[in-house]
């Protein structure tokens, strides 16, 4: 009989940070997201990806409690994204590609102003920043104006400021577009940093590089979940030697389905 680690029994008690069952938005006639049944693990780095137009933002946005579920339901932590969006926002942090700073403050201004609008405040959230700032590296940056920072640096800011409030579930999208390869590492070492402290990733991307990084990978098609599993697993599934291949390949289906009327 073999004992099953701390890990996996921990892992088996617990619920996922995401789960989906049957989730569904339509647009009129289009359906940009159809029955979707996805359920995320703590502390995973799942990488959303699918052509422009395959429901990844509509799925982001639903589950960020931004737009409401046609059908179906969705959970966050816990919180049902359409009746309980309030508790979702709370536990979420979001950065973009443009990542949201303010040029014109200081690394610390910027990072006290997103605490803050996350409802961290006082005593709290001087500790809480200052131990934040050590683990992403960005203390001797403190006063420094956010808009002389180079790329890099930018992006840990926002990555710091995105998660200054400890979220549940963090939302990258195309989180290295732009920034050179130290960086790019740099970036995803911290990423598995904050994943291995319990943090849900969810990473939109169209690059395949940052795709090959996560340890799971979903695929959408006109709004359908059609290929799940880690990055090995895909590749086998699709007889791939890249996943860059696997998604020429989906896409081009794609295409075809849409020009036939499939
Ligand atoms: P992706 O992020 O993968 O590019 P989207 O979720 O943005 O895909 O879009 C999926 C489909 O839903 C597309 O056909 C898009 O035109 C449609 N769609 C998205 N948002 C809206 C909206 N607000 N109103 C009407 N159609 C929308």
Same mark, same amino acid.
């Given at each position: 009989m073999t004992t099953p680690s701390a890990h996996t029994h921990i892992g088996n008690t617990l619920r996922p940070v995401v789960e989906t069952r049957a989730l569904s938005k339509r647009y009129g006639a289009v359906?940009? &997201? /159809?029955g979707l049944d996805l359920a995320i693990a703590r502390g995973e780095v799942f990488g959303l990806l699918g052509p422009n137009g395959s429901g990844k933002t509509t799925t982001i946005r639903m589950l960020c409690g931004l737009v409401a579920p046609t059908s179906g339901s969705a959970t966050v932590a816990d919180f /049902? &994204?359409?009746?309980q969006a309030e508790q979702v926002r709370q536990r979420i942090g979001y950065m973009s590609q443009?990542?949201? +700073?303010?040029?014109? +403050?200081t690394v610390y201004e910027n990072l006290r102003f997103y605490a803050s609008v996350y409802g961290l405040l006082g005593a709290a959230r001087t500790r809480r920043l200052e131990e934040h700032m050590q683990a992403l590296g960005l203390s001797a940056q403190r006063a420094q104006i956010a808009g002389t920072l180079s790329g890099g640096w930018k992006q840990r800011l926002a990555l710091a400021c995105a998660t200054a409030h400890n979220p549940r579930l963090l939302f990258l999208d195309e989180p290295t577009a732009g920034v050179d390869p130290a960086a790019r590492r740099t970036f995803w070492e911290t990423i598995y940093s904050l994943a291995s402290n319990g943090t849900t990733i969810l990473v939109t991307t169209h690059y395949m590089d940052e795709a090959a990084r996560c340890h799971r990978l979903a695929f959408l098609s006109r709004g359908h979940l059609i290929a799940i599993g880690t990055p090995q697993e895909i590749l086998a599934q699709f007889g791939a030697d890249n996943i860059e291949d696997v998604f020429v390949m989906l896409q081009q289906r794609d295409e075809q389905t849409a020009t036939t009327g499939a």
């Open positions: 359906y940009a &997201v /159809d /049902d &994204v359409g009746t443009r990542y949201g +700073l303010y040029d014109e +403050l």
